[in-house]
């Protein structure tokens, strides 16, 4: 049988090939617990069985696209692209397979790549692991420290430990903002590892740097919706407004700094961790996926003028392309968490959620954010049960309203907190929440003429049309992996990027239209949610005209 080879970034000749498998595995996994339909379920099995397979005839543990040379290359410090990294996705996406899919076969595999590894890595010295961790080996750590909290094997554990990065987490454990112009999805990753190590070992110190970056990360290298890095690097934060460029907000970055935050609430509860990961998901993860080809965007430009370029079917694979189809199969995976206390209700989407330990389901209907309310509905309780269900007073809202088989409770105004409703709770009892939604301006922190705009945690942008656009874009060149990232959006000179606002009342700069998320101005702009907003271009980041 003649299959038709791929381009781009799994091209036979990409020494990253292989990648995307590892997602897809993740992602097939995902959309199986989600919705339990068995389509999901056979492609995943397939996809392992495939690899096993693979594996078997190779004979050492070994698994991936690219032969075992690239790994020999790299433990002598020769150039060679990520090898690590690719693994990473593979080992990820079978444990992924494993916890979400039930596939034993997957854990066997994996299993058997980690031996591969622990044999291969044992006897080499430290200069040689030094100079090979110098090559970006994204989260194969991690996925070590997984593996060891699967099989409590001591020696995935050490593997974890041998892909620690002296001089990348050591200035964190000093808790110094020292980012410099790192790569950004090179540098997350392994912060993600130091979160999961606390997890298992409640090692402090790396609770206290997995934090400190967190909030370093949220409060200075991330643009209004969500994203961080231009041109994949950290920058220089006191000039943030001169690097609104077309290469800004890596998706994989986005999609690494959610995982982080699934940990850090799960440890800490914040709310406010629970808000970014809201923003970071319908702005970036939701708007980053063209709904029309299904195809995916390496950046986020925020540059005034240009637009959102898709990958092609055949051509692309860039690694975001592998997370952004891993991202759209976690929509489900932090609307709620509990604790011994009770379920936290931390976004604002349709679903259902069965808490087994208490026996009861809850099912949320809304059509959020188009309306402001939300409904939650307990079922499946057999006798009354005692608990809290905590519900998010985001930080974007006001005068929340909540109602309990119709009759309004109180809900203090805390911003940025829960609203704790402890009682006993009974088949077909009825909560009504509401979260005014207004418009409001944040701008960049050098420069207060440049802002973008919000409604609730939306950003908002500006429709500008497609004159002298390329849509889709030309990628059809296997050779040029990296195409993307000198692409020229020729942005008209006499592009409109200005807006004459209030600055203590931004709202009466914009009419809402109907029900609809859509917004005019009385200069004549057009403006609708980021993440909606598709094969056009377009301005987020305003430069403003304050009113007098």
Known sequence: ??????????SLDCELRGHITGHLLSAYGLMYAATGSEIFKLKGDSLVSGLAEVQTALGSGYLSAFPEELINRNLRGG????????????????????????????????????????????????????????????????????????????????????????????????????????????FIPKVIAEARNYELTKDETSRKLTEFFWHTMIDHHTFAPGCSSQKEHFFDTAHFSKFLNGYTGETCCTYNMLKLSRHL?????????????ERALYNHILGQQDPESGMLCYFLPLLNGAYKVYSTKENSFWCCVGSGFESNAKYGEAIYYHNDKGIYVNLFIPSEVRWEAKGITLRQETAFPAEETTVLTVSHAHHPIQTTIYLRYPSWSSKVKVKINGKAVAAKRQANSYIALNRQWKEGDRIEVTYPMQVYLETTPDTPNRGALLYGPLVLAGERGTEAMQVPAPFSDSKLYNDYYTYDYHVPADLKTTLCIDRKHPERALQRIGKELKFTTPQGDVIIPLYDLHRQRYVVYWNLEYEK
Request: charged residues 25%; aromatic residues 16%; contains cysteine.
């Open 265 to 277: 609430f799960c440890w800490t509860g914040e709310a406010k961790v629970a808000d970014y990961y």
């Open 79 to 186: 150039s060679v692209w990520a090898p690590w990294y690719t693994l990473h996705k593979l080992f990820s996406g079978l444990i992924d397979q494993y916890l979400y899919a039930d596939n034993m076969e997957a854990l066997e595999v994996v299993k058997g790549m980690g031996d591969w590894a622990y044999r291969k890595l044992k006897p080499q010295s430290e200069e040689t692991r030094r100079k090979m961790i110098r090559n970006e080996f994204g989260g194969i750590n991690e996925s070590f420290y997984n593996l060891y909290a699967i099989t409590g094997n001591e020696d995935y554990r050490w593997l974890a430990g041998y892909f620690y990065h002296n001089d990348v987490i050591d200035p964190l454990k000093g808790l110094k903002d020292d980012l410099g112009t790192k790569h950004t999805n090179t």
């Open 1 to 10: 049988m003649t299959v038709k080879k791929l381009g781009g970034w799994e």
